[in-house]
Nanobody
Framework: QVQLVESGGGLVQAGGSLRLSCADS????????MGWFRQAPGKEREFVVS???????????YYADSVKGRFTISRDNTKNTVYLQMNSLKPEDTAVYYC?????????????????????WGQGTQVTVSS
């Protein structure tokens, strides 16, 4: 059973950094695609970044244009954990950040950028960036 547990949110000043973590506490080892989405008050949930992997190729990562060059996704397979390093944060990055996961091993870019492409979701963690 895939169970996603997020941590690392908080309050930070503009220009600061935060690192979010998302662990598959079920330690199923069956997840091959993970992503981060965010939802600001009064707005729809939007794609932030995704990472897909398999045993026979290197990781593929995809970023929303709004976070390219500032956010970096990485994973630690030994800990079943994915990290989102967020640098140069802006007030418009303020949102609840959700981790998502799926067992699809060959998820294409476009599906990985849609919330409907994921079967499992974390509870969300609040990120607030003050100006």
């Amino acid at each position: 059973q895939v169970q996603l547990v997020e941590s690392g949110g908080g309050l930070v000043q503009a220009g600061g950094s935060l690192r979010l973590s998302c662990a598959d506490s079920g330690r199923t080892g069956s997840v091959y695609t993970m992503g981060w989405f965010r939802q600001a008050p009064g707005k729809e949930r939007e794609f932030v970044v995704s990472i897909t992997w398999s045993a026979w190729r290197s990781d593929n990562t995809y970023y929303a244009d709004s976070v390219k060059g500032r956010f970096t996704i990485s994973r630690d397979n030994t800990k079943n954990t994915v990290y989102l390093q967020m640098n140069s944060l802006k007030p418009e990055d303020t949102a609840v950040y959700y981790c998502a996961a799926d067992k699809s091993a060959n998820m294409d870019k476009w599906r990985s950028m849609r919330s409907g492409g994921y079967a499992y979701w974390g509870q969300g963690t609040q990120v607030t960036v003050s100006s």
